[in-house]
């Protein structure tokens, strides 16, 4: 059975830093398309990052409203994944989901559709 669970959430003001934690069980993920997405109350989800594995190289992407202040990482040998989140700001409150795909990249993997395993999320509330 695979499971996905974060760690990191919690309570920062406007400027800080939160570093998010994903870890895997259940099955491998060392190629494969993961991802961060965040829903806040009454928004869809929305991905804030994305790295997909694609002609031999890792590939990130982030949305405008993120680029810049969140980096993703990923540690193969111990099947977890990660978010430093910088400079945050009231509007990254939301709860944050880990994900993951069962291919290394695809045109879907943008959109919570494209994943296939999820976490149960972390809040992160930034406060002014």
């Known amino acids: 059975q695979v499971q996905l669970v974060e760690s990191g959430g919690g309570l920062v003001q406007v400027g800080g830093s939160l570093r998010l934690s994903c870890t895997a069980s259940?099955?491998?993920?060392?190629?494969?398309?993961m991802a961060w997405f965040r829903q806040a109350p009454g928004a869809e989800r929305e991905y804030v990052a994305v790295?997909?594995?694609?002609?031999?190289?890792?590939?990130?992407n982030y949305p405008d409203s993120v680029k810049g202040r969140f980096t993703i990482s990923r540690d193969n040998a111990k099947n977890m994944w990660y978010l430093q989140m910088n400079s945050l700001k009231p509007e990254d409150t939301a709860v944050y989901y880990c994900?993951?795909?069962?291919?290394?990249?695809?045109?879907?993997?943008?959109?919570?559709?494209?994943?296939?395993?999820w976490g149960k999320g972390t809040l992160v509330t930034v406060s002014s």
């Open positions: 994900a993951a795909s069962v291919a290394q990249y695809s045109s879907s993997m943008l959109r919570p559709e494209g994943m296939n395993y």
């Open positions: 259940g099955r491998t993920f060392s190629n494969n398309a």
């Open positions: 790295s997909a594995y694609n002609y031999g190289a890792y590939y990130r």
